[in-house]
Nanobody, 115 residues
Framework: QVEFVESGGGLVQPGGSQRLSCAAS????????MGWHRQAPGKQRELVAT???????NYGSSVKGRFTISGDNAKKTVYLQMTNLQPDDTAVYSC?????????WGQGTQVTVSS
């Protein structure tokens, strides 16, 4: 079982920035990768960013160049710096951790981009 401590999120104006953080606390799993997906109302869940062992990073096409993920898999923490946020970025952002066999999900945090 994995428990997540997530922080960040909330309301931000278009063009603004926010930082999300996620820690897989009280976890005994050997984390292979952590990151975020997001889901907006009426839309499918999509990849935001992944931080994997060896520092391998992947971004969803809609956030490349605007979002930056960083973290420490040994410490089971990951951070997402989001810049130039736009209304289309409004969604519930869910942190996850995977050991390849199983993926565990946090409860998610709402990010709303609106003026």
């Amino acid at each position: 079982q994995v428990e997540f401590v997530e922080s960040g999120g909330g309301l931000v104006q278009p063009g603004g920035s926010q930082r999300l953080s996620c820690a897989a606390s009280r976890s005994s799993i050997d984390v292979y990768a952590m990151g975020w997906h997001r889901q907006a109302p009426g839309k499918q869940r999509e990849l935001v960013a992944t931080f994997a062992k060896g520092g391998v990073i992947n971004y969803g096409s809609s956030v490349k160049g605007r979002f930056t993920i960083s973290g420490d898999n040994a410490k089971k923490t990951v951070y997402l710096q989001m810049t130039n946020l736009q209304p289309d970025d409004t969604a519930v952002y869910s942190c996850y951790a995977t050991n390849i066999k199983t993926t565990y999900w946090g409860q998610g945090t709402q990010v709303t981009v609106s003026s």
